[in-house]
């Protein structure tokens, strides 16, 4: 039995993005110039970088200016966990528990900061609709972020919208090759392919897009929020 295998394909988007950009019409040419063509339940994966910045979510901020932020975070909406001076643990009217509800100074203009997507399940959308005309094909989407995790150092790519498909793959009640009934083995198959797109989109290489073929999702109307646990389940806040 051959194992099952995936591709991971970077695409390098010259120049950068402003408000009323569109988004999935340079994503497809880049794709038409790197040779990447396209196919029927690939999964495009785009940093929410670059559909921020078309949307007009960006704000004035100067770096280290921690009043400011937290008064953009509040704006925004969100809550405070935790905070000291120079970090500040939120949730965010997502539903995201993420440091600053996602303001971000990289990869911005300096005085500059984006903001997250008002509806990352609805840009996700609007995005796979324009690319699937584009293509002529039936692609799914993920527009992720770069997220900290409780209890483990370091980061990684985490789903913040989706479309096309649904973000977990639910193996409760199926048996494992012992027989054993599984109980709680909820894969979160959005997240991991979010960071699986890491690995060839890097921080500062200009590469806010990847496509995935061959990974094993299940299509469907999934939203962002099975990704998220409701308060009555959550042991941690």
Known sequence: MTAAAISVFGVKIEGEFSKG?????????????????????DVVVVTHKIV???????ARMTA?????????????GATFIRRNRSVAITKTKHGF???????DASNVEPGTVTLLPRDSDRSARSIRSRLNHLAQVDVAVIICDTF???WRNGQTNVAIGV???????????TTDSFGTVLK????????????TAEMVMGKAEGVPVAVIRGAPVKRGRGTIKDLIRPASDDLFL
């Open 184 to 195: 709680v083995t909820n894969i979160a198959i959005a997240d991991e392919l979010a960071g």
């Open 64 to 76: 280290g200016d921690w009043a400011a932020r937290d008064a953009l975070i509040l704006k925004e």
């Open 97 to 103: 528990i993420c440091a600053s509800a996602g303001i």
């Open 148 to 150: 900290g995790r409780a």
């Open 163 to 173: 479309a096309g498909m649904l973000p977990t793959i639910n193996y409760r009640d």
């Open 21 to 41: 950009d569109q988004v999935a019409d340079r994503i497809y040419d880049a794709c038409v110039e790197a040779g990447v063509a396209l196919q029927d339940d």
């Open 52 to 58: 921020s910045k078309a949307e007009g979510r960006v």
